[in-house]
């Protein structure tokens, strides 16, 4: 049996295959966020040392991870786009941008909630706070340079190109910024010596994770929908829809 | 091939003489940055000495940042760059001759303006060595970085403001290693450390920048 591998790799034929996969991944994302906040608000033990204000970390911890994992797929789509010359993988690179700013904006601002009872301020200087901000900052980069080249084609091939430059840095930055932390910081935090974690809590974690994940691809599909209708708009088969839409 | 490299770095060093007040703007700028943190912060030596290796790297790294526009833009509304783009020479040699005279026209007359700062800042003497080094070794990276910005943004409306968004992240290492080094000198701890990984990001750079930057530069042309 042969398999067309690039079958659905057209705009015109994976915008229905998006639509009918979309409700599958948010049914997900709902079924397991529920039951990841039942576990980490009703059935996970209450911290003895750090209280009920721990329980953050199960929005906080996977937020920090999917805001990591977007940036590494947005730049594998990028390099594919690029490599094969792929609209579509283009326009997924774009769709993922947004909805991976926002994961690393959540991760920052329920990290400063956090830190504010237990380390007593809203922000400092951690290392990993400071990486964090710094992904933000190349996510930013990356919308902002896609958004101000007007012609779709080579604002593709820009954002893909700078996503990939950014993937080489990360590692860089971030060890940078771990050895200024250690150069700098005396003795404040470690999180490293944090009380091991009951298994109900990994447990609530894991699931807020994977309910993320699902969201992230349930968004991405929905903004690559638009994406497509946006780009291809004279195309025969988005009038084809818009006609089939009216009658 | 060595020719046309050779003759690329010849000609923008002769219009960046030509046009000498470009490279004194971008002097005055590191300047005036590193004459404002005393105006703002207080005339005590302490602090001044304590904040110094920061403030000057972060000065020099803005000044080599707002240049950077220069990089390709007059070459682009001429149409020499596109003559470069269908050259039979590697793009990406002649791209390195072009960041190699930005780097001579902005990043060194900085570094050696620097030690000057430096003394205002009440920086000691084997820091004030510490800091020509690690400027001299960090500087380059900035020059290569930024030149990945600098095609990016060829002709994109607001371009300037653009390049600060996409190539300051990128600079952060450089400004934590150069400052790093100059600090560990102050405290009494050798630089070595910081200054190796200066010179393993630019050596990195010096490899990878040009390339990224001919296939940034074919985006942005074509």
């Known amino acids: 049996m042969k398999i067309n591998w690039f079958k659905y790799s057209s705009p015109q034929t994976f915008y229905p295959l998006a639509e009918k996969m979309i409700p599958w991944f948010a049914w997900l994302a709902a079924i397991l966020a529920v039951a990841g906040l039942y576990i980490s608000f009703v059935m996970a033990p209450t911290d003895f040392q750090q209280g009920e204000a721990y329980r953050i970390i199960f929005v906080h911890v996977p937020a920090a991870w999917m805001s990591m994992v977007i940036y590494i797929v947005m730049a594998a789509w990028a390099g594919l786009g690029l490599a094969l010359n792929a609209r579509l993988s283009a326009m997924m690179a774009q769709a993922l941008a947004p909805t991976g700013a926002i994961f690393t904006l959540l991760a920052l601002v329920t990290g400063s909630l956090w830190g504010k009872p237990m380390w007593g301020a809203w922000w400092v200087w951690d290392a990993r706070l400071t990486s964090e901000l710094i992904l933000l900052f190349l996510y930013l980069g990356f919308i902002a340079l896609q958004s101000s080249i007007d012609d779709p084609r080579r604002a593709d091939r820009a954002g893909a190109l700078l996503a990939l430059v950014g993937v080489v840095n990360v590692p860089i930055i971030y060890f940078s910024v771990k050895w200024w932390n250690t150069l700098h910081q005396g003795s404040s935090i470690n999180m490293g010596a944090a009380p091991k974690m009951a298994a109900t809590m990994l447990l609530g974690m894991l699931l807020m994770a994977l309910a993320f994940w699902m969201y992230t691809v349930a968004v991405a599909l929905m903004r690559v929908r638009c994406i497509m209708l946006e780009r291809e708009r004279s195309a025969d088969w988005v009038k084809a829809l818009s006609l089939g839409a009216k009658s | ?222």
């Not at chain 2, 690329?8 to 000498?20: G, S, T, Y």
């Not at chain 2, 072009?98 to 800042?121: N, R, T």
């Not at chain 2, 004030?128 to 930024?146: R, Y």
């Not at chain 2, 450390?193 to 942005?220: D, N, Q």
């Open chain 2, 1 to 222: 091939m060595n020719d046309a490299w050779l003759i690329i770095l010849k000609r923008d060093l002769l219009l960046a003489f030509r046009r000498r007040s470009d490279v004194a703007t971008t002097l005055f700028f590191f300047l005036i940055v590193s004459s404002l943190f005393p105006l703002g912060v207080g005339p005590e030596t302490a602090v001044l000495s304590s904040i110094a290796p920061g403030v000057l790297w972060v000065a020099a790294l803005l000044a080599g940042m707002i240049s950077l526009n220069r990089l390709f833009a007059a070459d682009f509304t001429d149409g020499s760059l596109e003559q470069m783009l269908i050259a039979p020479q590697p793009l990406a040699l002649l791209v390195l001759a072009k960041i190699l005279a930005h780097w001579l026209v902005c990043g060194l007359p900085v570094v050696l303006l620097a030690p000057l700062i430096g003394l205002q800042y009440a920086l000691p003497n084997d820091a004030l060595l510490v800091l020509v080094w690690s400027l001299l070794l960090g500087t380059p990276t900035l020059s290569l970085i930024g030149a990945i910005g600098a095609a990016l943004t060829l002709g994109v409306r607001g371009s300037g403001l653009l390049v600060a968004l996409l190539v300051l992240p990128l600079y952060i290492p450089v400004l934590i290693f150069g400052a790093g080094a100059v600090a560990a000198s102050q405290h009494g701890m050798s630089a070595q450390a910081h200054l190796s990984l200066l010179a393993a990001c630019s050596l990195l750079s010096l490899v990878l920048a040009p390339l990224a930057t001919a296939a940034a530069l074919r985006i942005s042309v074509e």
